[in-house]
Nanobody, 122 residues
Framework: QVQLVESGGGLVQAGGSLRLSCAAAGIIFTINGMGWFRRAPGKQRELVAIISSGGATNYVDSVKGRFTISRDNAKNTVYLQMRSLKPEDTAVYYC????????????????WGQGTQVTVSS
């Protein structure tokens, strides 16, 4: 079975930075889309950023210019460099992967990590 193992979450002060990592284990096939969604308290899951196998990226407007997504295809690992963090970035961040697409729609991803908590203090 496929496992997505996330790391890098934690507590950071507003304006600070964190880098999330997600390594896909048990992957025999090529991953097309890989990225991050988040769920803030009292809110629905939303896209943060995705990256295709070819390197095309997509970000939610609220993180553009602050977050950078990247991937290492050889390691089946995706990263999310988060800078200039804001309290509203506080959420559980979920890694997602698909062998089919790099859609911005959460339902398009068949593999999910367990989530890692990011808390940004004001």
């Amino acid at each position: 079975q496929v496992q997505l193992v996330e790391s890098g979450g934690g507590l950071v002060q507003a304006g600070g930075s964190l880098r999330l990592s997600c390594a896909a284990a048990g992957i025999i096939f090529t991953i097309n889309g890989m990225g991050w969604f988040r769920r803030a308290p009292g809110k629905q899951r939303e896209l943060v950023a995705i990256i295709s196998s070819g390197g095309a990226t997509n970000y939610v407007d609220s993180v553009k210019g602050r977050f950078t997504i990247s991937r290492d295809n050889a390691k089946n690992t995706v990263y999310l460099q988060m800078r200039s963090l804001k309290p509203e970035d506080t959420a559980v961040y979920y890694c997602a992967a698909s062998k089919y697409s790099s859609t911005v729609i959460a339902g398009g991803y068949e593999y999910w990590g367990q989530g890692t908590q990011v808390t940004v203090s004001s």
